[in-house]
C-alpha cells in the first residue's frame, strides 16, 4: 500500500516511515524542516529514509493549501497517518499564529485531500494535553475534553471535531490517537529525557518543574509506532449502538474512533531523573521550580480500547528505553 506520512522527518513521523518501509509499504513523506528545534537532527533523520527504496519526500508545508491538493492529486495514497503539527504546550514556545496554520489549517488540508481523493483510512495525531482541566485518572477516551490548558491541546481537539465531521459528511474513515508523552532515540530536543541528557553529560544543572512533583505515563517510540501501524491497519468502523441521547465522544455513528496511545503506567518526574542518572553514570544538579503555565501535573492513559481492538501492548521497560536513547545519543552526538 502506498501511505502518505506527514511529519515524516519528526520523531513519531521518522520511526514511523521506517516501520512501514521494513514491512514493504510504499511511503510518501512531507515536512517542512521547521525551525521549532534543531533542523539538523531532522535532516538527518531524513538523509535515512531517503536512502530506502520506496521512499519519496515532499519538502512543502501542510499549511500550503496549492502544494497539498497537488501532492494528493498526483500521489494518491491509500491510507494517511498524519503526524504532522507545531508542537509544544507552554506559552512563548511557538507563537500563537504558528499553531493555528499548522494544526489548524494543514489539519484542515489534509482532511480535503483525503475527501477528495477517497483515502481509505487517515490516522490523526491528537495528544494527551486534549484533557487539559480533567483531573479524573486515568483520562478516558470516554470523558468529555473541553476545557484545555494551552492552545496546542485547543487545537488537537479541534482537530478531532474537524474529523469527525468528514468522517459524517464524507464516511471518510478516521481514527484519533491521543498520543501520550514519548519517548526514545531520535527524540525531540525540547522534551525532557533530551534535555536532562545534554545537560547531566555537560555538568550544567537541569530544571525540575513544579518541585519534581510531576508524572507521566511515558511511552517508548517501538511500542507508540506498532500502536499506530496496529490502529492504521484496523480501518475505523460506525459503532451500530451509537446514541445521540448519551453521546460517547470516542465513537460515533460515522466511521471515526478515538484512542489513547501510552503506558498506562505513570512515572514520578524524580524516578525518570533517576533513571537518566544511572544510564549516563552521573548525578544531576538540579534546580527545583515552580510549576509553568499551560503544563499539568499528572497524565495517565486509559488504553483498554487501544488494547481490546487492535491488540496494542506497550512491553519496554522505562530503564529499558533510557539506556536505548542514552546509546544513541551518545553515539550521535560523540
Known amino acids: 500500500m502506498k501511505f502518505l506520512v506527514t511529519g515524516a522527518a519528526g520523531f513519531i513521523g521518522f520511526h514511523t516511515a521506517v516501520r512501514l518501509l521494513d514491512r514493504g509499504e510504499t511511503v510518501v513523506g512531507v515536512d517542512n524542516l521547521n525551525g521549532y528545534y534543531d533542523p539538523s537532527l531532522k535532516e538527518a533523520r531524513l538523509a535515512i529514509l531517503q536512502g530506502r527504496k520506496g521512499f519519496t519526500f515532499y519538502r512543502q508545508d501542510i499549511a500550503d493549501r496549492g ?6 492529486n498526483s500521489e494518491r495514497p491509500d491510507k494517511v497517518i498524519h503526524l504532522a503539527a507545531q508542537a509544544g504546550v507552554r506559552p512563548g514556545s511557538a507563537d500563537a ?41 486515568p483520562f478516558s477516551v470516554h ?23 468528514y468522517a459524517h459528511l464524507y464516511g471518510l474513515p478516521v481514527t484519533g490517537l491521543r498520543f ?10 525540547d522534551m525532557a529525557l533530551f534535555r536532562f541528557t545534554q545537560k547531566i553529560l555537560a555538568g550544567e544543572p537541569i530544571e525540575v ?32 449502538n451509537w446514541n445521540g441521547d448519551a453521546p460517547d465522544p470516542a465513537t460515533s455513528s460515522a466511521p471515526y474512533r478515538l484512542y489513547n496511545i501510552g503506558n498506562n503506567n505513570p512515572v514520578e518526574l524524580m524516578d525518570f531523573i533517576a533513571a537518566i542518572e544511572t544510564a549516563l553514570g552521573r548525578e544531576a544538579k538540579k534546580v527545583f521550580l515552580p510549576m509553568q503555565p499551560g503544563d499539568v501535573p499528572k497524565t495517565f492513559a486509559n488504553i483498554d480500547d487501544l488494547v481490546h ?20 545519543y551518545r553515539s550521535y552526538y560523540k
Open 309 to 328: 481492538n487492535v491488540g496494542f501492548r506497550p512491553s519496554t521497560p522505562l530503564t529499558e528505553g533510557i539506556e536505548r536513547f542514552v546509546a544513541w
Open 97 to 137: 499564529n504558528a499553531y493555528i496554520d499548522s494544526n489548524i489549517v494543514g489539519t484542515q488540508n489534509v482532511l480535503e485531500g483525503c475527501r477528495h481523493t477517497n483515502v481509505q483510512h487517515l490516522v490523526l495525531a491528537s495528544s494527551s494535553s486534549v484533557y487539559g482541566a480533567n483531573t479524573a485518572m
Open 209 to 240: 518543574f513544579n518541585h519534581g512533583h510531576h508524572a507521566r505515563d511515558f511511552t517508548y517510540i517501538d511500542d507508540i509506532v506498532d500502536g499506530v501501524l496496529r490502529t492504521a491497519d484496523k480501518i475505523a468502523e460506525p459503532n451500530q
Open 180 to 189: 501520550f508523552t514519548v519517548y526514545g532515540p531520535w527524540g525531540r530536543p
Open 143 to 165: 470523558d468529555n475534553v473541553d476545557h484545555p490548558l494551552s492552545l496546542y491541546g485547543a487545537t488537537k481537539k479541534s482537530n478531532e471535531l474537524a474529523a469527525h465531521a
Open 67 to 72: 502544494a497539498m491538493a497537488k501532492l494528493f
